[in-house]
C-alpha cells in the first residue's frame, strides 16, 4: 500500500485540524490566511480520501480511515481516456440562438467552441444566460463573440489522472473540461477537442468505486 502524496497546505491542514478540531473551514482559511474557496479543493481531496471528516454544522475532525491511500491510489491511475465522454461542439460563426438550441437538446452544460477542427474557446449556461438578460437579438451575434476565449480554457489530456481532472474541475469552479490532443505547425501549438470530461463523469466514477468495493 503506498503512502499518498499531500501537498505543503494540506499537510498544514491537518495539522491544525489535529490541534483545533472540531474546526470550520472558515477558522481554517483564517489561520492559513487565505479565501475559503482556495481552500475547497484541498478540503476536498482530504474528506475524500478520508483523512478528514466534515461534521455539519460543527467543522472538520481528522479521522484516517486505513482505506484512504487504496482510494487515492485508485483514483490516480484511472487515465481521462477511461471516463471522458463526447463534447458537445458548435462552430464559432453558430449563431447564439442555434448555440443555446444545441446546448439544451444534448442537456450539457457547457458547449466547446471550434474552428476549422481546433479549439477555441467554450461557453456556459451562464454565459447564455447574461446575454439573454442584455437584450441583445440572439439570431443575429455569433457565439464567438461571446465564448471565453483561448488561452482562458481549462483543459486536460487524454494520459491525464482522473484526479487531476476532478481538482481542476473543483479548482476553477467549471461543469466540464475539454479532453485535447496537442500538436505543433512550426512553433505553434494547436488542441483539437478529443473529448470531455464532466461532474457527470466524476460522479459516474465514484459510484463505479462504490459497485465495486
Known amino acids: 500500500m503506498s503512502i499518498i502524496k499531500l501537498s505543503p497546505r494540506q499537510e498544514q491542514i491537518i495539522k491544525l485540524v489535529k490541534e483545533y478540531e472540531p ?15 482556495a481552500l475547497r479543493p484541498d ?5 475524500m480520501t478520508s483523512i478528514l471528516d466534515a461534521k455539519p454544522k460543527v467543522g472538520y475532525i481528522y479521522s484516517q480511515k486505513p482505506s484512504y491511500s487504496l482510494v487515492y491510489d485508485y483514483i490516480r491511475n484511472i487515465k481521462v481516456q477511461d471516463i471522458m465522454s463526447k463534447p458537445v461542439v458548435v462552430d464559432e460563426n453558430t449563431t447564439v440562438y442555434d448555440a443555446i438550441v444545441h446546448l439544451f437538446l444534448n ?17 456556459s449556461r451562464k454565459d447564455f444566460l447574461k446575454i439573454a438578460m442584455g437584450g441583445t437579438d440572439m439570431h443575429k451575434v455569433p457565439v464567438g463573440i461571446i465564448m471565453t476565449r483561448m488561452p482562458n480554457i481549462v483543459f486536460v489530456e487524454k494520459e491525464d489522472n482522473a484526479y487531476l481532472a476532478a481538482h481542476k474541475i473543483m479548482e476553477h469552479e ?4 475539454p479532453v485535447v490532443e496537442k500538436s505543433y505547425n512550426g512553433t505553434k501549438e494547436i488542441l483539437r477537442i478529443v473529448g470531455k470530461v464532466s461532474k457527470t463523469n466524476i460522479t459516474r466514477l465514484f459510484v463505479k468505486m462504490g459497485e465495486n468495493s
Request: net charge negative; no cysteine.
Open 107 to 123: 442537456d450539457v452544460g457547457t458547449l466547446f467552441i471550434e474552428n476549422n477542427g481546433v479549439l477555441t474557446g467554450a461557453v
Open 43 to 47: 478540503l476536498a481531496v482530504l474528506t
Open 174 to 177: 467549471v461543469d466540464s473540461l
Open 23 to 37: 474546526i470550520t473551514s472558515e477558522k481554517l482559511a483564517s489561520k492559513l490566511n487565505v479565501t475559503r474557496a
